[in-house]
């Protein structure tokens, strides 16, 4: 049972993610038939404020380390990331851990999770941006870059930012039921479950060739893109033989054709779904899909979530 929450803070804290554990754990909502939780501020020095990232705004921990002891519930908000974490801290963490408490992260929260060894062998997320860096720091952890969570029972960690509200609130649901997380969820205002991952979030700028020689065919496909294309095609107007062609495109887009040709549609099918109010069929017909079924099958495939979910959460309208 969910009963005590405890939360770690360090130089270089991040408010709102540490904001929005408080606003889902720290704040009474029993009138809103939400059970009260024993919600724990912890920190090395209790009571010497810490810097966050936020220039000028200083936070305090009221309590030490020694009161994670007994805490059903341990989280890690977004911090700073570096080279070293205190190393009492990484131990209260690693002892928290290694008597059952669950222990939660939010967005580069996780990077402490891992320099505590928690994450080796372990399914994880963080921010999209960090995946790279992250993945290379440490390699044993499991990553998946495209989910807002991963819930690995005793071991919950978010993508950035707002996807802390999708972790904390599905582990309320987890733990004390779908009315109580969807309580929590209205006076948040806030839904009680987003769809997709954080694919959908993530800026994909047109790929730079490597070399000039095709950047006019290119370009004139970018320029086109509602006509139907064939390497064929593509192969004589870049003058070339098409085993040619094809070797030379993937060689400088990293490639083929059809991939290329592809994400360049779904690019011009996002920004369409964001600036305009055209029709899904519109849509699809103006990025050279044909069909808001073609349309839906590749957008789905690389963004994530659907072509109406996505204008939904991105088009001012």
């Known amino acids: 049972m969910l009963k005590t929450v405890a939360v770690v803070l360090i130089d270089g804290i991040a408010p709102f993610e540490f904001g929005l554990i408080c606003e889902v754990f720290g704040i009474d909502r029993t009138e809103d038939g939400v059970p009260p939780f024993e919600f724990r501020v912890c920190g090395e020095r209790p009571g010497e404020p810490l810097r966050s990232t936020v220039p000028g705004a200083l936070l305090t921990p009221a309590l030490g380390l020694d009161a994670l002891k007994g805490a059903d519930l341990v989280c890690v908000p977004a911090v700073k990331v570096r080279d070293e974490y205190p190393p ?8 928290a851990s290694a008597r059952g408490a ?31 860096a992250f993945i290379e720091r440490f390699p044993e952890a499991k990553v998946d ?36 997380a969807t309580a929590i969820a209205r006076r948040m205002v806030v839904p009680p479950q987003r769809d997709g991952g954080q694919r ?14 095709l950047q006019p065919v290119l370009a004139w496909m970018l320029e086109n893109l509602a006509e139907e294309h064939t390497v064929a095609a593509l192969a004589k107007r870049a003058q070339m033989s098409e085993r040619t062609f094809a070797r030379r495109f993937v060689a400088e887009t990293g490639t083929t054709p059809h991939k290329w040709l592809s994400g360049q549609r779904v690019l011009h099918a996002r920004a369409l779904l964001e600036d ?22 590749h957008f789905n495939r690389v963004v994530g979530v659907s072509p109406h979910d996505y204008r939904r959460t991105f088009s001012p309208a």
């Open 88 to 95: 009492a801290v990484l131990d209260a963490v690693r002892k």
């Open 102 to 132: 669950t222990i939660l992260s939010v967005c580069s929260g996780a990077y402490l999770l891992g320099a505590a060894g928690l994450l080796d062998g372990r399914h994880c997320t963080t921010h999209w941006h960090e995946i790279d």
């Open 145 to 180: 870059p495209d989910v807002l969570f991963v819930d690995e029972g005793d071991l919950i960690t978010s993508a950035g930012t707002a996807a802390g509200i999708d972790a904390c609130l599905h582990l309320v649901r987890r733990e004390l039921g779908s009315a109580v």
């Open 200 to 213: 959908q979030f993530v800026e994909q700028p047109i790929p730079e060739c490597t070399a000039d020689s």
């Open 276 to 297: 305009t109010a055209l029709g899904i069929e519109e849509v699809a017909r103006e990025c050279g899909f044909g069909s808001a079924a073609l349309l839906r099958h």
